[in-house]
């Protein structure tokens, strides 16, 4: 059983920073690819980045490329999203989630993650 505590989210203007932090508790951390999504009222749960177990490899949703950056830090069980230059349509409940099966590398799918964070609201204002 894993266990995901998100932080770090709040109100913003646009072109300002913020920092997700995602706890994890309950297996090897280290272990496991994990991803960040969000879901903006009345959309679908988005995929945003994915960092492997090791931290060597990231992957961004075409929307936060280039202004999103996933870290994680093993020894504190612990992902962040440092998230720059920040826009309206950022505004979103921010979900932490553990892709505990991980075979083909890093997963972009919501059903390849097995466990979820609670969420982090990220309200961007223009």
């Known amino acids: 059983q894993v266990q995901l505590v998100e932080s770090g989210g709040g109100l913003v203007q646009a072109g300002d920073s913020l920092r997700l932090s995602c706890a994890a508790s309950?297996?090897?951390?280290?272990?496991?690819?994990m991803g960040w999504f969000r879901q903006a009222p009345g959309k679908e749960r988005e995929f945003v980045a994915a960092?492997?177990?090791?931290?060597?490899?990231?992957f961004y949703g075409i929307s936060v490329r280039g202004r999103f950056a996933i870290s994680r830090d093993n020894a504190k069980n612990t992902v962040y999203l440092q998230m720059n230059m920040l826009k309206a349509e950022d505004t979103a409940v921010y979900y932490c989630?553990?892709?505990?099966?991980?075979?083909?590398?890093?997963?972009?799918?919501?059903?390849?993650?097995?466990?979820w964070g609670q969420g982090t609201q990220v309200t961007v204002s223009s």
């Open positions: 989630a553990a892709d505990t099966g991980s075979v083909f590398g890093l997963a972009t799918m919501e059903a390849d993650y097995d466990y």
């Open positions: 309950g297996r090897t951390f280290s272990r496991d690819n």
């Open positions: 960092i492997s177990g090791s931290g060597g490899r990231t």
